[in-house]
Every structure is written in structure tokens, then in C-alpha cells.
């Protein structure tokens, strides 16, 4: 399923085997089990869902029409992001909202 999707990823977690598990569960001693990571952001997600839903609890799927809770929507650019430039990422008059359910299937088109 990852290749035919093309979902491998360079961050994810590899394997490692029982007693390299127990190593570093041993060396603990005491130490929190989290780990702090880093990832990549849109910084204009934040200003954009602003834009598109203000203080509404609720909103329409720009696509299938459906209402969703706010936190069920993301703000998508009508064409692939990367075709922007960062004018045109921050700009409201091309964004819909669309539900996380129809963002999923977009994202792993590849004609898209």
C-alpha cells in the first residue's frame, strides 16, 4: 500500500529490534519516554482557516457539500500549493474549505 500511494517517508520511525528496546528502556532511569521531534508547518494555515471560518463552530465542504465541525475542514488552495508563489498562498479569494475526508484522497492523487 505505501508504494502504490508513494507514502514512504524520510521521518519515519524504523524498526529496532527487542533488545535494542530493552537498552534503551534500561538506560532511562527515570527519564521521560517522549522524545521532542520537528516538523514543517504552513505558516498561513492559521491566517487562512481565520479567513475562511471565523468563529464558526461548523462550515460546508466546498466539495461534497457536507457539514463538518470546524476541526474536520482544512483551508485547500483550489490548484496544488506548490504551483503558488507566497502571494498567492496567503491569497483568500482561491481557497475552499474541504473536508479532511476528501483532502486525504486529493493529496494522494498524483494528476492533481
Known sequence: MLDYFDLKSETAIQPI???DYN???????????????????RAEQGFLRNSLFGNEKIAECGICGKVYPISFL???????????????????????????????????RKDI
Open 17 to 19: 529490534s527487542k533488545s
Open 23 to 41: 537498552e534503551i528502556i534500561e538506560n532511562l532511569d527515570g527519564q521521560s519516554i517522549d522524545s521532542e521531534g520537528k516538523t514543517k508547518n
Open 74 to 108: 482544512v483551508a485547500a488552495h483550489i490548484k496544488k500549493r506548490s504551483f503558488y508563489s507566497n502571494e498567492k498562498k496567503l491569497d483568500v479569494r482561491i481557497l475552499l474549505c474541504l473536508c479532511v475526508n476528501l483532502a486525504v484522497m486529493i493529496c494522494l
